[in-house]
């Protein structure tokens, strides 16, 4: 995709600039002219294209493939405020690192082109903060805006009621657009125009009894998912996403899943859907304020009457309203991970958003009652600090064509898919994955462009770019090496890819990665929040990741993205009646 998205009159901004950079030889900031630059970002190179006069940046735009929601929407901030300030002093969006650095790697490039030291643009003024006027006063304040808060936010606007949403990180969309696979729901309209679905006899109570054989799961929210989750799909129809019914085999719960429903067409369903609820937001016109970290419910007298929040410059805002807490789980809170769950202590988390448990404190603090917070999803192979889940081709993602080596640079286990505990149970709960030229393809191409994946000449140039030693690498990659010579793993007993690692050598380091939170604040049919007697807590309600009872201790596949988007329509709904909407 190309984005040509902002051209300032160089007049107009370097009128409010600060310091600017040294001149060039011919007199001018820049050498006049159009310079073009690339670097990696998450999903590929970032094409930068700048164009300059003799005393400004005047224009940029820019190619990727960087995703919808969260990529585009962050380079478009950064575009919007090096043109405002012609300074490349400007911070990543929150939730899309790896996007800015990418396109910041690139636009320094075409700043040297222009002949101009990017260092020079470098330098912030020494206060950059700006006081804003916020409107704090909705029937509703809904914190979070991924799939639970967007769908609320929406459907409360549509019933007349006025809302405000705090979203933390920079973007739309929160740690939903990382869901793989598909939505689950029942007796959608194109679901009922399929005949295998019809001729199965799947219904809402065919999705009850999937959604049932979960451990925990509470009766009354799983009937009021699967009694409007057919609702929901006709919804995110009518925003046009164009799904399609994808029935598959649950081995886990050893069912047929009838329920599933996939829209691919930006890459992954949750993406999809984001991308088509995004723009309906924005087309509604419904306020939201970035880079806002709510922190505390205000409270009077046991009711919930608003929201204490820090803005991007750190000041106090109070919003008031009923409050909706759609902030998802805690993967980025290392510290809850571990209190609730100690096998888990060492986890890392392939969550982008940062999700780091405010919504479920804030709800404690209230003295609002949980569910199942132990009950935590792994994933077996996650980048640590990039929030990426390994694709399955990949070595050290499901399939066993690489070696596994602690920070000792020792194998540990027979490499491959369920190895998670192994894998925690290693220094820190990090590991390194390394393979030869045979494990490289365009994806790993890009990643090593990244600098997610590194690369040697041989094991000690590898290790060294690693962080492990060099010498016990070498003499691991040997051992296997020669073990393997008959067809067996005697070390492990692997019994797959029995190939020796040589030649140019490939690493990274990965983790078993907390990936989806089953467990957090009890909640009603209603989606409001009870406390520890069973009570709601009046003017507080909850949606999404955030809550627990829905899928007890076990998440079924689809219904993840179900929980959010259908019971955030529930609560925009009950919210906008409750304020005589």
Same mark, same amino acid.
């Given at each position: ?169 920079? /973007?739309?969309? +929160?740690?939903?657009?990382? #869901?793989?696979? *598909? ?6 309209? =194109?679901? !009922?125009? @399929? ?122 805002? /109070?919003?008031? +309203?009923?409050?909706?807490? #759609?902030?998802? *789980? ?6 809850? =991970?571990? !209190?609730? @769950? ?240």
């Amino acid at each position: 995709m190309k984005k040509t998205l902002l051209t300032i009159s160089a007049a107009l901004v370097l009128a409010g600039c600060g310091s600017q950079p040294a001149e060039t030889s011919g007199g001018g900031l820049f050498k006049a002219g159009t310079y073009t630059a690339s670097a990696a970002g998450r999903n590929g190179d970032i094409k930068v294209t700048a164009t300059f006069t003799d005393d400004a940046i005047s224009e940029i735009t820019y190619e990727s493939e960087e995703t919808a929601t969260i990529g585009v929407p962050a380079m478009d901030t950064l575009v919007e405020q090096i043109v405002s300030t012609q300074s490349l002093a400007v911070d990543n969006v929150s939730g899309a690192t790896m996007s800015c650095e990418g396109f910041m790697n690139a636009m320094r490039d075409t700043v040297t082109q222009a002949g101009a030291d990017p260092d020079a643009l470098g330098t912030k003024e020494e206060s950059t903060a700006r006081e804003t006027a916020y409107d704090t006063e909705a029937d509703i304040i809904v914190v979070g805006a991924g799939a639970a808060g967007m769908s609320a936010a929406i459907a409360a606007t549509d019933e007349g009621a006025k809302v405000i949403i705090l979203e933390k990180s920079g /973007t739309l969309g +929160g740690n939903t657009v990382c #869901a793989a696979n *598909g939505i689950n729901a029942a007796d959608a309209d =194109v679901q !009922k125009e @399929n005949d295998q679905y019809n001729d199965a006899g799947a219904g809402v109570e065919g999705l009850i009894d999937l959604q049932s054989n979960n451990p925990d799961a509470r009766p009354e929210l799983v009937r009021a998912f699967a009694e409007n989750s057919g609702e929901t799909i006709n919804w995110l129809s009518s925003l046009g996403v164009n799904f399609q019914v994808d029935i598959q085999n649950d081995e886990r719960n050893e069912q047929q899943n009838w329920y599933m429903l996939k829209a691919e067409e930006n890459g992954t369903t949750a993406i999809t859907m984001i991308a088509h609820v995004s723009d309906a937001l924005k087309e509604k016109g419904i306020t939201v304020y970035y880079n806002m970290d709510a922190y505390q419910l205000v409270m009077d007298q046991g009711k919930v009457t608003g929201v204490k929040a820090k803005d991007e410059n750190g000041s106090d805002v /109070t919003f008031s +309203g009923k409050v909706l807490l #759609a902030t998802g *789980g805690f993967g980025q809170n290392s510290e809850l =991970v571990g !209190k609730y @769950n100690e096998h888990l202590a060492n986890a890392v988390t392939d969550e982008v958003a940062p999700t780091t448990g405010e919504g479920l404190l804030m709800a404690l603090e209230a003295g609002a009652d949980t569910a199942n917070l132990d009950a935590i999803q792994t994933f077996p192979a996650v980048i640590p600090g990039y929030g990426m889940i390994l694709p399955f081709s990949l070595p050290g993602g499901f399939t066993p064509d690489a070696l596994y080596v602690n920070n000792s640079a020792e194998r540990f286990t027979a490499e491959g898919f369920e190895i998670p505990d192994a894998i925690l149970a290693q220094d820190k709960g990090e590991v390194y994955c390394v393979f030869d030229e045979s494990g490289m393809n365009d994806t790993m191409q890009s990643l090593l462009k990244t600098g997610i994946i590194f690369s040697g000449e041989n094991a000690e140039e590898l290790a060294g770019k690693l962080g492990i030693d060099g010498a016990k690498l070498a003499e691991t990659i040997s051992s296997f090496n020669e073990d393997i010579a008959d067809g067996t793993d005697d070390a492990f007993g692997r019994d797959k890819n029995l190939n020796p690692i040589e030649g140019t050598l490939y690493g990274y380091r990965f983790g078993v990665g907390a990936h989806y939170f089953m467990g957090g604040v009890l909640i009603n049919e209603n989606t409001e929040v009870l406390d520890t007697e069973g009570n709601p807590i009046e003017g507080l309600y909850a949606a999404g990741e955030v809550t627990g009872g829905f899928h007890g201790t076990f998440r079924v596949d689809g219904s993840g993205l179900g929980d959010s988007f259908t019971f955030g329509r529930i609560a925009g709904k009950v919210m906008a009646e409750a304020s005589g909407k």
